[in-house]
């Protein structure tokens, strides 16, 4: 999964400087890792420094963006929000896979995949395009859930902003796998290795006036989650 | 946990503007969960964008910053962190708790708790610091690693740059429990709930020619989070 290649994208502010053996070159595996993580952080600019702040999201690959769509969404009265609007920003998705315990303090590292998509951020006006944005944010978090739900309100979706990011300079990394050690320490017999981590669900809870069983989207979440 | 009350730092760019509610207020509080959590997200300004990066950090309440010092480190020749020496950077740490399920779209939220740090990162030139810093960033993956490590070399430590961030603006936020949902949706019956998130991790893998038993403090590290 990590070689090097062509990056993502051909422009230089997401052609990875560092680590090039680590960056991942395959659209499709950008595509899928975002499809799977949950978590974004997304930067900005206020003022005369920047802002990051954890963020929902979602992609559209057939988004009118080029490269595709990756949607952000927020209050109206947010101040990244208004900040971000025709603004460059930086959307980063990290998911971490585990400690790498090297022999040496130096080569410690953490196993990890992380995407890092800059562009502009457009102000998403079109109601359709609205709507099915934050049908897919609440699909990323429990997919198939946004059906089951009652059609937003006019109020609710007056509250909220849809930001869409081209998914065209994007640029991915990912490190697996045990420690890279100098040869004298593997020599001197110290442990080196690595502890992998992952993401478990408990049992949903069903809140205090819940009535009837966990819906399946949440329970298919459940275990597709539990089973790591 | 959650409360409003006086913010962790008394600046403007570290108020919470959005989700007071969730605004948590107690410094012991951001401590804590700075000691315990993972991976950070870094954002700097490069050019006319900002760049948002995945980074281990460790946190020295002691160091000569103003409210404590947050460490990160990099290779010295990273472009994110030439851009930071002497600017102003935002470092977010964010661990994700739970996916809440409410009974409509907008109501659906993440469970998580998030610190937000933004001040002018220092490049460390001191050595005993220096030294000190790259320990506590070794030992926020394995606590207590960094003692049974050799020293660093003098090659490994001129390749690597020590930025700290003063802890003194800050702010956290966090949220917990099940949907808020809307009485309407509650009184129509729909179901909504929450489904728990842990890291946990798995059995330590040893490097091929690693030898004798897993060290004592990685073995402490898996079952710390094998616990939840």
Redesign the interface.
Known sequence: MVGVSTPLSPTA?TTV??GRHRVVSDREVLHGFLAEA??G??????????????C?YAVDLAGPDEGGSLYLH??V???WLRHAIG??????V?E?DG?V?A????N?S?N?R?A?V?GRARLVEDEAERARA??L??DQ??PG??AT??P??RK?LA??AVLAVPLHEASMKARAG??G?EPE??AA???????????????????????????A??AA??RG?AGG
Do not use: N
Request: hydrophobic share 45%; charged share 20%.
């Open positions: 502010r400087q560092r949950l978590v952080h997304v930067g900005v600019v206020v003022g005369d420094h920047p802002v990051v702040l954890p929902a927020g209050s009265a947010s101040v603004s460059t920003v930086c959307v980063t990290t971490l400690l315990a022999r040496s303090a130096f410690h953490m990890y992380s890092v800059i934050l049908d944010v609440v978090m429990v859930r946004a739900l009652r937003s309100t609710e509250a909220t045990g420690p050690d320490d593997v017999g110290t442990w080196g290795g690595h502890v992998p981590l992952r993401r478990v669900a408990g049992e949903a809870v069903p809140a205090p006036e819940a009535k009837g069983p966990v819906p989207d949440v979440r459940v989650l």
